[in-house]
């Protein structure tokens, strides 16, 4: 297959990342999680003592934060191995203020970037066709109900073993939409060339057989040109 960027954008919990992995891996592309990334920076604004609402005194940590992605999904924040810690509950209650902060997403944003350069890659996040890469390939943006979404990030801490309850989850999905999709820099929103995507009714591997359809049609018509 010919080198192509897919972004796939979309709220919070609509299941971006567990359909990207998946097509990765069939296509043989490269997966590139920005929502670890954003949450590996919360994570450390947390260790460091600091006011995950303090936008200053976040971004001056900019400097000293050093994010790694590694096989088997292994997530490293300046060489310690944070995979399970920001899924916590804690951390995804303040990614959203951190994800707001103009410079740590120009930083992160840069590095996604290099990231893309050299493989076909597949990103998913919230800003990835409307800013991180306007010029992929193939745009997705995947939704689903707020009773789905909830239920979905429910039953996968259940299943890593992360406290939790429906009505938190809920609660929580419902204020990240209303952050991400009125934040100043970069907000949620469908870019103008993405596909729209309800997975409300679809199993996994139906979403991703169709996300896999999207991707080798536009292939085709690109190869075709």
């Not at 299943?159 to 429906?166: F, R, V, Y």
């Not at 929580?172 to 100043?184: E, G, K, L, P, T």
């Not at 820099?185 to 999207?214: G, Y």
Request: glycine residues 4%.
């Amino acid at each position: 297959m010919m080198k192509i960027a897919v972004a796939i954008d979309g709220p919070a919990a609509a299941g971006k990342s567990t359909i990207a992995k998946k097509v990765a891996e069939q296509l043989g592309m490269v997966y590139i999680d920005t929502g670890a990334m954003y949450r590996a920076f919360t994570w450390y604004c947390m260790y460091k003592g600091v006011n995950c609402e303090d936008e200053a005194a976040c971004c001056a940590l900019i400097p000293e934060v050093n994010i790694e992605l590694k096989p088997n999904r292994v997530v490293l924040c300046n060489g310690i191995d944070v995979t399970r810690e920001i899924r916590l509950a804690d951390v995804s209650f303040n990614v959203s203020f951190i994800a707001t902060y103009k410079d740590i997403r120009l930083a992160l944003v840069d590095l996604q970037r290099k990231m893309a350069e050299s493989d076909s890659v597949i990103m998913d996040g919230r800003d990835i066709g409307t800013y991180v890469l306007p010029n992929a390939e193939v745009k997705i943006y995947q939704i689903a109900s707020v009773e789905c979404r909830a239920k979905r990030r429910y039953d996968e801490n259940i299943s890593k073993g992360i406290p939790c309850t429906m009505k938190d989850i809920e609660e929580d999905v419902r204020r990240r939409d209303y952050i991400d999709s009125h934040r100043d820099f970069a907000p949620l929103k469908q870019a103008e060339d993405a596909i729209c995507l309800d997975t409300s009714d679809m199993t996994i591997d139906e979403v991703v057989a169709e996300v896999i359809r999207i991707i080798k049609d536009k292939t085709e018509q690109l190869e075709e040109k």
